[in-house]
């Protein structure tokens, strides 16, 4: 019999202990802000249906995070899918890289589906591709259960009592802020997020509520933006000029000091040769 049937397949039922911990650790914290996130939803007028069928079929925190955010802020449902899927776009350069040690078959289908932020990190930092296999598996399905369930446990919480009485209201703001904080070392990650709080903060009072979060996106844009600039203002300002040495630094090219002595040399004014010509003057003598 195949072993596709089974998700974790028979190189990588063995799981390390240490990675159960840590997947352990990520569903419990992933739970919290599924709690979170579904006492917002039902906050919001979101139906306990929808809320369970977004969870357990989107099942990705960021967007559906965004999505709810921008909708109850009295953003369109649309705009605020499209935001959601834009921030989502992200996993597929996560599921290319996941393709290096996950296998083929009838599994890949749910591996697709428990791609996301935590599992395929968590797979990165193991050693080895059945370890890694294992440790995918072991965060992805670990998600895919906690999710959906810490939504509904939110969405009914949520129904009983209003979510700002909790605090709930800011858990949002606090939790996207810490999902974007340690991509905050990078200078690029930084002034991407920079550059769409900037927008964000001024389109707000021109546009419509929930669409200033949406316009933040375009930060994204801005390193690559700036990068071109610099690209554009190097090539107006021409060739940096470099100090003369006996080597070109591109292959092929010539430096100035470099052309210099050849014209010289072939203008016959090299004071080398003249040494050489005084020299074969006297042994012809």
Do not use: C
């Not at 799981?15 to 159960?20: A, E, G, S, T, V």
């Not at 389109?203 to 801005?222: E, K």
């Amino acid at each position: 019999m195949s072993n596709d049937r089974s998700p974790v397949d028979a190189g990588s039922r063995r799981i390390h202990p240490r990675d159960l911990r840590d997947a352990s650790g990520i569903g419990l914290a992933v739970a919290l802000v599924a709690v979170s996130y579904g006492a917002l939803a039902a906050g919001a007028g979101f139906p306990l249906w929808l809320v369970v069928i977004v969870a357990a079929s989107v099942l990705a925190g960021a967007s559906e995070l965004l999505f709810v955010s921008v909708v109850a802020a009295g953003g369109a449902p649309l705009v605020a899918a499209l935001a959601g899927i834009l921030v989502n776009v992200r996993n597929g350069i996560y599921a290319y890289s996941a393709g290096a040690f996950l296998r083929g078959g009838p599994s890949l289908a749910l591996a697709a589906h428990v791609v996301n932020d935590e599992s395929v990190a968590l797979a990165q930092h193991r050693t080895g591709v059945p370890r890694r296999r294992a440790a995918f598996w072991a965060a992805g399905l670990a998600i895919l259960i906690v999710w959906p369930l810490g939504a509904i446990a939110g969405a009914l919480l949520g129904a009983v009592v209003d979510p700002h009485v909790l605090g709930l209201d800011a858990a949002l703001p606090a939790i996207l802020v810490a999902m974007v904080l340690p991509a905050a070392r990078d200078r690029r990650a930084l002034a991407a997020m920079l550059a769409g709080g900037a927008i964000a903060l001024a389109a707000t009072p021109f546009v419509a509520p929930g669409v200033a979060s949406v316009l933040a996106l375009l930060g994204l844009g801005m390193p690559w933006l700036a990068a071109l600039m610099r690209r554009r203002a190097a090539a107006a300002r021409g060739p940096v000029n470099r100090a003369p040495g006996p080597l070109s630094i591109v292959p092929g090219v010539e430096s100035r000091h470099d052309s210099a002595d050849s014209r010289e040399k072939l203008a016959g004014n090299d004071p080398r040769n003249a040494s050489d010509r005084r020299s074969d003057g006297s042994a012809d003598a």
